[in-house]
């Protein structure tokens, strides 16, 4: 890659899953185009973490979240919480350091394991497919069956181990009351329950989302809610600036240039979008339903001025998994 930069030309460098995530050749690529005086910065991607969240159907956010490599873990006798999920990476290769795999030391980690969760404590082994013609595994055992050498066998460079929470996090009294439900804490989803190789964290309804359901029929958007509203000139516009990087680059260069060689924008979609705010765009693109019942359209001060949705003063590009080196 970077022997095409200094030969001058702008570089793309495209990874499966996240380009940052366990690998080290898209990092020192930029650090070294950066020292050299070009310009470089990498884009996210999906990781394999994020296809995890979706094929074992659990969201990090409830309980919380820690992910290790394997090695590292063991090497500096990190703690593991035994309230929150767990992810181990690279378990297959525990202790590895020359590329032979069959040095493995897992044993070492199941040894931790069971010493922090206990022998009978239900963990998954899992393996993201890759090709469309690969499967996904998503194995259940006990950390006692890891000792066994038919399933030990089974794990290899690419396997990652889930451990889903053991303990529940008891609420503060005090925080609770803090927060002004002192004789109804927070509880979210309590109850873990295993459902063949999936965590269900997912709680039946209670009273109160059953009267929440019912008022959906009746459901009126409060005064003042904003909903997308926009033309498919502004819609194509955003999404060009979204996905394709140069596009992007010659917009923060010369919003005006840009905006008024696009087809189809209205003089108000134009004076937005000059504006290269996120405020900006997001007004325009947002609309009450009184407003787009009345015709109304917004004035130059209001566009000026908007704020966007996190109050932030940069448009905001969500982009694929690559690397870039100008």
């Avoid at 069959?102 to 980690?109: D, N």
């Avoid at 006990?142 to 794990?155: G, H, N, P, V, Y």
Wanted: glycine share 8%.
């Amino acid at each position: 890659m970077l022997k095409a930069v200094r030969a001058g030309h702008d570089v793309l460098g495209v990874f499966y899953g996240h380009p940052g995530i366990f690998v080290s050749p898209s990092h020192r690529a930029i650090a070294v185009a950066r020292e050299e005086g070009y310009r470089a910065r990498m884009l996210p991607g999906i990781s394999a973490g994020d296809y995890l969240f979706a094929d074992l159907e659990f969201d990090p956010s409830l309980h919380g979240c820690n992910t290790y490599e394997a090695t590292e873990l063991l090497l500096r006798d990190k703690p593991l919480d035994r309230s929150i999920h767990n992810i181990m990476w690279q378990v297959g290769s525990v202790g590895v350091i020359d590329m032979e795999f069959e040095k493995s030391k897992f044993h070492l980690l199941v040894d931790r394991l069971e010493k922090d969760f206990g022998p009978d404590h239900k963990v998954v082994h899992y393996i993201g497919a890759v090709l469309p013609q690969s499967t996904t595994t998503m194995d259940t055992f006990t950390i006692s069956d890891l000792r066994k050498e038919d399933i030990a066998k089974q794990f290899g460079t690419v396997s990652t181990l889930y451990i889903p929470p053991r303990d529940e996090s008891l609420v503060n009294p005090n925080m609770a009351e803090a927060f002004g439900r002192p004789a109804r804490p927070v509880t979210l989803n309590s109850s873990v329950k295993w459902v063949g190789p999936k965590l269900n964290i997912v709680s039946p309804y209670g009273p109160h989302e059953r009267y929440v359901i019912a008022q959906l029929d009746t459901h009126v958007a409060p005064e003042g809610y904003r909903k997308l509203h926009a033309s498919a000139a502004m819609k194509k516009f955003m999404t060009d600036l979204a996905l394709k990087p140069k596009f992007f680059e010659e917009y923060k260069l010369d919003p005006g240039a840009v905006v008024e060689s696009a087809e189809g924008l209205c003089n108000v979609e134009k004076f937005a979008l000059k504006v290269a705010r996120s405020g900006a765009a997001y007004i325009l693109m947002t609309a009450t339903e009184s407003d787009i019942t009345s015709g109304r359209r917004l004035t130059e001060d209001e566009i000026a001025t908007a704020v966007g949705p996190l109050g932030a003063s940069l448009v905001v590009v969500l982009s694929v998994a690559i690397i870039i080196l100008f």
